[in-house]
């Protein structure tokens, strides 16, 4: 019928029915949007610039770090005073004045013999090197190594150039000599004001976690005392005993290598071969058989400290592997130099008390009481 409506056009099979789906992703040309709040970044500025004040106050840091070691150290002095009824004030100059009287008397017995002795040493070290070189065997393995040794530049001062020497690095001994006063300041400081800024560093926690805190450092307090006080008995005796050997032996500049021995002696592990291998080179000068009886004896006293010495100085409380002894020194070397190597040791040594009070409930129970059966085992 012409009259008749037409029919729609309807799609006559399923190709001709519209791609699009509700359910299809979206176009490529639609990018995703990433919202982050300002917050973000603030909190990413605020941890680059707490980065870089760090790095920038490493030093500074690691001077206020030792500070706490020696206050630690010396706060069980304090306590013993202030139990006779004397006042903290008068307990904490007591020890201060102590310690200017060890250090004074130190000072004025030993670096008047020491500059005798490196100015001696000075004069004599060119033929006293020809002397070493010509004791070496030609084709033993440590030759070459002994070669370089003694044709170090700082080897080579004369007795007449040491003052000019001294002068021309003096500025790094006033350095030093600064830092090592602000070092003993702190730590009196840290003694007189201590107690009073970890208490109102501690009010800004909660209740129990200001019990594991002062739990901690209750606990790693005994450890950082017993290192500090056993690594001072120890250099003592070693330089004590070196210096005994080395008179004994004839050996010369007994009195530079017994302080080598009882500064290095701070470095376990690599501080030993530190100072016994100038002993050796100088002990060569006076006969191979000395050499070798000072090889003998600083084994026989490095056999000595380790096995006797210190575990009845220190106790249990820095039980440490020699692996980890050795990996500790290393990095907190290649951080800090030598301050970084001594300062690490009682931070390594404290890890167990930092697992059993905080780290129990992110490693379990079972590692860490395992942990506490195997040190158990090591120190029995």
Known sequence: MAGAMAEPNLPQNSSQISSKSPTEPPPAEVLARLDLPWTTFLKVAAALIIAWSIYQLWSLLLLVFL????????????????????????????????????????????????????SGLADNFPAMREDILKRIPENAFYRPMSQNFLAHPGLSVKAAELPKHLLSVGGLAIGGVAEFALFLVMSLYLLVDGPRAYDWFLAFFTHRTQIKLRKSANEISKVIAAYVAGQLITSVLVLIYAFAVLTLLHVPAALILACLAGIFDILPIIGFFMSTIPAILLAITVSPAVALAVVGLYLAYHALENYFIVPKVYGNRLKLSTLAVLLALLIGGILAGIPGAIAVLPVVASYPIIEKIWLRKYLGTEVVETHVEQQKEAES
């Not at 706490?68 to 009824?85: C, I, Y």
């Not at 004397?86 to 020890?95: D, Q």
């Open 67 to 118: 500070a706490m070691l020696l206050a630690v150290t010396l706060q069980p002095f304090v306590n013993r005073l202030e139990a006779r009824k004397i006042p903290r004030w008068a307990s904490i100059l007591t020890i201060a004045v102590l310690m200017l009287v060890l250090l004074g008397a130190f000072f004025a017995v030993i670096i008047p013999s020491l500059v005798t002795q490196m």
